[in-house]
């Protein structure tokens, strides 16, 4: 799933040099690329047998938090939101 994630942002990335693209619209792309990037290299580091137990905790933990996580960024965007309106003029 990952990868094909991976396939399809790179696909926009690089049809962005023939189609005229917003800089903002493909500095997210990227950004949410290279997260997935770092993710898939952590992975590929579950091959090396000193770090493999490292990662495999990592993966857990990640997996214990997601609705931690879910709370987290609904009240980081609730938050985000307040304070645009706030500063707004």
């Known amino acids: 799933m990952m990868d094909i994630m991976i396939l399809g942002l790179n696909f926009v990335n690089t049809a962005s040099l023939f189609v005229a693209i917003e800089v903002y619209s493909l500095r997210i ?3 949410i690329l290279c997260i997935l990037q770092w993710f898939k290299f952590l992975y590929f580091m579950q091959l090396v047998d000193d770090i493999a137990p490292y990662v495999g ?3 857990v933990i990640m997996k ?3 609705y ?3 709370i987290f960024v609904i009240a ?6 307040a304070f645009y309106l ?3 003029n």
């Open 76 to 81: 980081l965007i609730a938050f985000t939101n």
């Open 57 to 59: 905790i990592i993966f």
């Open 86 to 88: 706030i500063g707004r």
């Open 68 to 70: 931690f996580m879910v």
């Open 29 to 31: 792309v990227e950004s």
């Open 64 to 66: 214990d938090i997601q």
